[in-house]
Structures are given as C-alpha cells and as structure tokens.
DNA sequence: CAGAATCCGTAACGATACTG
DNA sequence: CAGTATCGTTACGGATTCTG
C-alpha cells in the first residue's frame, strides 16, 4: 500500500515531465522500432512511418539527451550513424510496452464509449437546433 | 517471448493514440487525483495546481468520452458536479503508476544525462565560436 | 547518408470575461 | 459552483532547400 493521500509535488512533476518525454508524437515509436535492435537513421525513417526527417532528427536527440539512445558515428563515407538504446532505454521500453499492452487490450471499451458519447452529443445538438428553429 | 519483428501497424497506431490521450499536459495528473476518490470540478481545481479553467474542462471532457470518469450532475443551487475514475479508469491509473515508478526510479540518471549533454553541446558551441573569431 | 536551416500552418494552451 | 465563449500566444510538426 502505497501513502497515495500524501501528495509529494515533485514525484508528480516527475511523472508528468517524463510522460510529456514519451507521450510526443513519434518517441514511443522510435523506441519501440530500436528495441529490435540498433538502427541506422534512414533505416528507422523508413519503418517509423511518417515521420518527417526533421522530427525524427529531433526526437532521436531528444532521446539522446534523457540518456535512452546512444549514437555513435561511423566517419565513413557515406557517413554511417547508428542508433541504439541504452540500458536505461531498454528499461523504459518494458514499461512502455505495458501501457501498450493495456492500450490494445482496452482498445475496443475506448473506441466503443467515445462513440456512445459523440453520439449522445450529437443527439443533443439536434434536439438545440430543434428549440431553437421553434 | 513476443514477436517483436512482426510488425502490426494497428496496435502501433492504437498504442500511439492511447498515449497522446495520456501524454498530454493534464490527464495523467487528473486520473491520479481522481484515484483518490471522486471529486467535484473546483475540488480538482485546487489540487491539480496550474491547471486553468479552461483546460481542466476539456481534460475531464476527453477522459469522459473515452470512458475513462463518470461525470454526475446534482441539480441543487449551487450546482454540484462530482467526477469519479470508472473501472476502466482505474485500470488506466494502474499502469500509468507502473510508468511513474520508472520516471521516479531513474530520474537522477535521467538529469545527469541532460546536464551532461547540455554541457557536451555548450563546449563544442565555444569551440565553434573561438574558430570563427580565428 | 545524415543531417542543418528556414518557412509556414495548425493546434494546444493560457488569460480573461461572461453565464445559468 | 461549474462551466462556455473568445482571443492571443506559443509550441509542435510538416515541407522544402541546402550541406559535409
């Protein structure tokens, strides 16, 4: 049993900072796609999927940074960069992987209530527009 | 042992999108406080701290659609409007505390990490810029 | 190949004022 | 009390062009 009334500001903070790390548009993705292994950058260009160069230039240094990829240069040419995960990386994948698992098992009950809500407002908005034209 | 080299772009895509319902500024920090008990609107006000009016709205509006809080009207003078987590929601708060725990966990080695990087970046900067004064 | 730099549109967010 | 409506700003992300 955890003392979840005592609230400790900076745990929240913490949780939130690295949340907002995680949840940007293509980091999960990355990590996920270099948990297959190391992966040179057009490499991950290609199985991320939509992602532009530029984000995933941004992202990959934003991993970088918190410690999660490593990035070693191969003074090549054509240059060579590969990307890897740490062991911290690794580490978060797990956890992340568990979210994941909770999105696909959830998936449908979500789908399912956010349908059963837009329908409701809708029928709403027609019952406004109704009073409204009387 | 999961087939991690089997790519389904589906559940890629379902992972991303339930974590841009959980990654943004405001919904983790809700269904944690909301995992204390139910609440009213002004009551999470106060305790989520920075939130703005507006934006507490539309958190507590999107985690109503996708099932995640109930939202209960008594219509007495003054109104009083009580939010509480669903099952589902609960579900929800449980792996997003799992993920906490990580952020917790590893958020020294996640700064020194930063200070490190921002440190490398700030020295090459310097040597860049005596070169150009050269 | 692996990026850096620039431009630009959208969407998220915050502050404020108003309402039932 | 519990919102809605409106406005202005900022941050995110995409497309394009250029470079070592």
Redesign the interface.
């Known amino acids: 049993m955890s003392p979840?009334?005592i609230?400790v500001?900076t745990?929240?903070h913490?949780?939130?900072?690295?949340?907002?790390r995680?949840?940007?548009?293509w980091s999960?993705?990355v990590v996920?796609r270099l948990?297959?292994g190391p992966k040179r950058f057009n490499e991950l260009r290609r199985?991320v999927?939509g992602v532009s160069q530029r984000m995933l230039t941004l992202t990959l240094r934003g991993l970088?940074?918190?410690?999660l990829v490593t990035r070693t240069v191969y003074p090549t040419i054509p240059p060579r960069v590969e990307y890897q995960l740490t062991e911290?990386g690794c580490?978060?994948l797990k956890?992340?992987r568990?979210?994941?698992a909770?999105?696909?098992e959830?998936?449908d009950?979500?789908l399912?209530?956010?349908r059963?809500?837009?329908n409701a407002a809708e029928t709403a908005d027609s019952l406004q527009s109704r009073s409204d034209a009387a």
């Not at 913490?14 to 907002?20: C, D, G, W």
């Not at 995680?22 to 548009?25: L, T, W």
């Not at 970088?64 to 410690?67: L, M, P, S, V």
């Open positions: 979840s009334h609230h500001p745990n929240c913490t949780v939130t900072e690295i949340l907002s995680v949840g940007d548009k999960v993705q996920v948990g297959e199985t999927e970088e940074r918190d410690g911290l580490s978060l956890t992340v568990a979210l994941g909770w999105a696909i959830n998936r009950e979500i399912e209530a956010r059963r809500f837009d």
